[in-house]
């Protein structure tokens, strides 16, 4: 019954390894996106993909690529990880309805990345 | 620059009292604004969406208002319960909606 739900909900990794989240929603919604929360409580947005097609894509280093292989799924692939990239991240989603849209986003509850 | 900021950074309160959250943002364009609440160890949840042209908005016990003019907006919590205990967070969107700007949160404690 999970609406946004994202795998892992911990991972702890070497500095250097490449490792991926997934993400998945069955609320039928048109866009996900993809949050960084640092240490100080900051949600920064990173990508935002409306029906597989990227909209939005924040100053994130190219070691971070989102895939989209269908509208209920963004999968955050993150290569040659650093200190920096411990956080936790965020998936959420949203209907999309035009411009100006005020639909809420339902997040899921976040995937907490530890480098060591 | 896109910012939103909010106040307090903290706050205790006695069950049942209520509160007021504040939140500045400067954001451009402006497309609406969104309290959300986030529990510790889990996701924010959408708490009240305003677009420029709303006063205010409810959500139980929650009130929020919005004055686009002074890009000014609070959330009032009216009988706080314990369960109101989280960070509140303040979003200001841009570009018709599909930017989000996050303020730091207000971290709200509800005591006994």
Same mark, same amino acid.
């Given at each position: 019954?999970t609406? *946004?739900?994202q795998?892992?909900?911990?991972? *702890?990794?070497?500095?250097?390894?490449?490792?991926?989240?997934?993400?998945?929603?069955n609320?039928?919604?048109?866009?996900?996106?993809?949050?960084?929360?640092?240490s100080?409580?900051f949600?920064?947005?990173?990508?935002?993909?409306? =029906?597989?097609?990227?909209?939005?894509?924040?100053? *994130?280093? =190219?070691?971070?690529?989102?895939?989209?292989?269908d509208?209920?799924?963004?999968?955050?692939?993150?290569?040659?990880?650093?200190?920096?990239?411990?956080?936790v991240?965020?998936?959420?989603?949203?209907?999309?309805?035009?411009?100006?849209?005020?639909?809420?986003?339902?997040?899921?509850?976040?995937?907490?990345?530890?480098?060591? | 620059?896109?910012? +939103?900021?909010?106040?307090?950074?903290?706050?205790?309160?006695?069950?049942?009292?209520?509160?007021?959250?504040?939140?500045?943002?400067?954001v451009?364009?402006?497309?609406?604004?969104?309290?959300?609440?986030?529990?510790?160890?889990?996701?924010? +949840?959408?708490?009240?969406?305003?677009?420029?042209?709303?006063?205010?908005?409810?959500?139980?016990?929650?009130?929020a208002?919005?004055?686009?003019?002074?890009?000014?907006?609070?959330?009032?919590?009216?009988a706080?319960?314990?369960?109101?205990?989280?960070?509140?967070i303040c +979003?200001?969107?841009?570009?018709?909606?599909q930017?989000? +700007?996050?303020?730091?949160?207000?971290?709200?404690?509800v005591?006994?």
């Amino acid at each position: 019954d999970t609406a *946004v739900s994202q795998t892992p909900k911990y991972l *702890v990794t070497q500095m250097g390894n490449d490792k991926s989240i997934k993400c998945e929603q069955n609320l039928g919604h048109d866009t996900m996106y993809w949050y960084k929360q640092d240490s100080k409580k900051f949600l920064k947005i990173m990508f935002s993909y409306n =029906n597989k097609e990227l909209i939005i894509n924040e100053t *994130v280093p =190219n070691r971070f690529s989102p895939k989209s292989p269908d509208k209920a799924h963004l999968n955050l692939h993150i290569n040659s990880l650093e200190l920096g990239d411990s956080a936790v991240y965020f998936c959420a989603s949203s209907q999309r309805t035009g411009p100006n849209s005020n639909q809420p986003q339902h997040f899921g509850d976040g995937t907490r990345l530890s480098i060591l | 620059k896109n910012q +939103v900021e909010q106040s307090p950074q903290s706050l205790i309160i006695l069950e049942g009292k209520n509160c007021t959250l504040q939140c500045n943002y400067t954001v451009s364009p402006f497309s609406n604004l969104r309290w959300y609440k986030q529990d510790t160890g889990r996701g924010p +949840v959408s708490l009240t969406i305003m677009t420029f042209s709303e006063n205010t908005k409810s959500n139980g016990r929650y009130t929020a208002t919005l004055d686009a003019d002074t890009k000014q907006s609070s959330l009032h919590i009216t009988a706080s319960q314990l369960s109101d205990s989280a960070s509140y967070i303040c +979003v200001a969107s841009t570009l018709y909606g599909q930017n989000f +700007v996050f303020g730091p949160g207000t971290r709200l404690s509800v005591l006994p």
